[in-house]
C-alpha cells in the first residue's frame, strides 16, 4: 500500500516519456485496472474457493462494493484526470477507494474495521492532507525519490 504511489507516478512518468503518445482519460483508467488485476491474479484460486462457499447475500455485497465503490471511483477518476491540468492534481485522490470501500462496508453491510484498516485510511487522508496544504514539498520529495 505504501508503495502504491510510487509505482503509479513511476508509471505514470514511463508511459508520457517513453511513449510520446497521450492516453486518454479512460484509457489510463483502464490500463491501471488491468494492470492491478494481473497484480492481483496471484491471489485468483483462494478467492475462487471463498466465494464458492459465500452465502448469497454476499454476492450481493460483493457487486455492491465492486459497482459503486471501485467502479463508480475509477470513472470518476478518469472523468476527473481529463479535465485536471496535471495529473498529480487527481492520481492521489485514486488512494481513496480503498477508504471508501471500508466505509460503504461499514454503512451498507455493518463491518466494523479493524486497527489495520483504520491506521490505513487515516495514512490515506494525511497524504491527501499533504499532498494539498505542502503541493511544492512532495514534488520535490518525488523528484528525489526518482533521481
Request: with cysteine; glycine share 6%.
Amino acid at each position: 500500500m505504501l508503495l502504491s504511489p510510487l509505482f503509479q507516478s513511476l508509471q505514470l512518468s514511463w508511459r508520457d516519456s517513453s511513449t510520446g503518445k497521450t492516453y486518454t482519460a479512460l484509457q489510463t483508467s483502464t490500463y491501471s485496472i488491468f494492470f492491478g488485476t494481473l497484480l492481483l491474479a496471484i491471489f485468483a484460486p483462494a478467492s475462487f474457493q471463498e466465494i464458492a462457499d459465500a452465502p448469497a447475500i454476499q454476492y450481493l455485497y460483493l457487486a455492491i462494493l465492486g459497482v459503486y465503490s471501485s467502479a463508480a471511483a475509477y470513472v470518476s477518476w478518469a472523468k476527473a484526470f481529463s479535465k485536471a491540468k496535471q495529473t498529480s492534481q487527481v492520481s492521489n485522490y485514486m488512494f481513496v477507494t480503498p477508504f471508501l470501500t471500508s466505509v460503504l462496508g461499514f454503512l451498507i453491510v455493518g463491518e466494523i474495521p479493524d486497527h489495520a484498516t483504520l491506521c490505513g485510511g487515516g495514512i490515506i487522508l494525511i497524504g491527501i492532507l499533504i499532498f494539498n496544504i505542502f503541493p511544492l514539498a512532495i514534488i520535490y520529495i518525488t523528484v528525489g525519490v526518482i533521481i
